[in-house]
């Protein structure tokens, strides 16, 4: 199929059918071929477009604040398990110690996730995101780029790297 929607050339980099779209069209096209050649069938002027383009992709300004707080250490999300906010500031919760206890357990190997997450009250799942969290380290992780945070960490990088090392030998994901 040798059409384009929207001619729209410098944003057409997703495709349907073979068909190069803008992310407007793209969202808006069928998902079946048949409706799709009909939707592609009935071309409208690319200019007529422009307006909604312009204001199509509303989570794009969201990740670029988002990236922007990263940058600048600050957390993205709330404060995970061993932290608390406070005054608008990530700092180490009262259960900070468990955070290290449990990377101590895992290392250990005489007990098993399952084990490390019910002693902790934590779904096995949820252990998992604890053991791969880099905010321990005092850095923040956003959009597979990791950042100098701007709080304190509660382990010590050699424990997180053991910790992850382990994790990959033992093929757990």
Excluded: W
Excluded at 74 to 95: D, H, Q, T, W
Aim: net charge positive; charged share 30%.
């Amino acid at each position: 199929m040798n059409s384009k929607k929207c001619d729209h050339d410098s944003a057409c980099n997703r495709e349907k059918f073979g068909s190069p779209l803008c992310p407007f069209c793209f969202h808006l096209a069928p998902e079946d071929k048949d409706s799709f050649s009909e939707y592609v069938g009935e071309k409208i002027d690319g200019f007529l477009l422009e307006t909604f383009r312009k204001h199509f992709n509303p989570g794009e300004k969201q990740k670029k604040g988002m990236i922007k707080k990263a940058i600048k250490g600050n957390l993205i999300s709330r404060a995970p398990f061993g932290y608390k906010i406070e005054n608008g500031e990530l700092v180490p919760a009262e259960n900070s110690r468990e955070i290290e206890e449990i990377f101590e357990e895992f290392l250990d190997n005489k007990i098993s996730l399952r084990q490390i997450a019910e002693k902790h009250k934590l779904s096995v799942n949820g252990l998992k995101k604890v053991l791969r969290n880099f905010t321990y380290l005092g850095k923040i992780k956003f959009n597979n780029e990791i950042y100098e945070g701007n709080h304190q960490e509660i382990i010590s990088s050699t424990l997180f790297n053991h910790v992850q090392n382990q994790l990959e030998s033992r093929g757990i994901k």
